[in-house]
């Protein structure tokens, strides 16, 4: 029996609604009969009653659910989580506002199964808006490419990533961050040689609302670029990739609705 961890992390400005549907795409995936699925949830301070029900609704199907009595953050939750994992070969990363399409976790499985020298798989993703539009988005196009494209855009959509155990019992935490942990995280995989891919096919919904602007503090940018500046600096020392970071700081310094243009064009291609 082949065991396989989902780590999920949920706080109290989630929504009651999309968390349920992200469950649900998670618990509804189905999986040869050797694999067994362990949801890992991470609930990230108090949460509101909404939130409560739900989490007591599912909680005989889910593995462990690990609490805090404050909010620490995704990085300090996602680590609770990593700490308390069991067995398990491979381990997914999951939102608690997206939705994994059916057949995601078995598509990826049979990728790494097939090529055992990739650690870390994304896939494309819908990128869902509140108007009810959609754009498909892929990510890079294996490891070479992730390698050299990571100072402009991450290789992966974090919230498709399944990783395999030995990236975690090698690098061990998310870097803390209060913020970019994903990125943080990236840069330590490349630098310590761990192999990115991405499948093609859209496997997953990702949410964009308004709330995912308003996430985008200016604090949260001057972390951002600390961490690409850091990151780059460490993969690649002097170098004119710095002129990256600094261009996606202007652009978050910016007015939002120069930022949602940017967002949807071709620069993101």
């Known amino acids: 029996m082949l065991h396989v961890a989902v780590l999920m992390a949920l706080y109290s400005g989630d929504q009651a609604d999309p968390f349920e549907r992200a469950l649900l795409s998670i ?14 949830l991470g609930i990230d301070g108090p949460i509101p009653p909404e939130l409560e029900a739900i989490v007591s609704k599912y909680q005989s199907r889910l593995h462990c659910v690990s609490r805090s009595t404050t909010n620490a953050g995704l990085a300090c939750t996602l ?19 997206d939705v994994s399409l059916p057949g995601r976790f078995a598509a990826q499985l049979a990728y790494l199964q097939a090529t055992p020298d990739v650690d870390i ?22 490891a070479e490419d992730a390698r050299q494209r990571i100072d402009r855009r991450v290789p992966v959509a974090h919230p498709t990533v399944c990783m395999h155990r030995r990236v975690l019992d090698r690098l061990g935490n998310y870097p803390e961050r209060l913020g970019n942990e994903d990125i943080s995280m990236w840069f330590k995989c490349l630098e310590a040689g761990f192999r990115f891919d991405n499948l093609p096919d859209p496997w997953l919904n990702f949410t964009v609302t308004d709330s ?42 910016s007015p939002e609705w120069v930022s949602r243009q940017v967002y949807a064009s071709r620069l993101r291609a």
């Open 212 to 253: 995912f602007w308003k996430r985008r503090s200016l604090r949260k940018a001057f972390i951002e670029f600390h961490s690409y500046v850091e990151g780059i600096w460490r993969l690649y020392g002097l170098t004119w990739r710095y002129i990256f970071p600094l261009a996606r700081l202007i652009l978050r310094l």
């Open 27 to 40: 618990l509804n995936q189905s999986l040869p009969d050797n694999y067994k699925l362990n949801v890992y």
């Open 121 to 142: 798989l994304g896939t494309a993703i819908w990128e869902c808006n509140a108007d009810g539009t959609r754009r498909l988005v892929r990510f890079a196009k294996g």
């Open 79 to 97: 680590n609770r989580l990593i700490a308390s994992r069991g067995d398990e070969t491979y381990f997914f990363r999951m939102d608690a506002d």
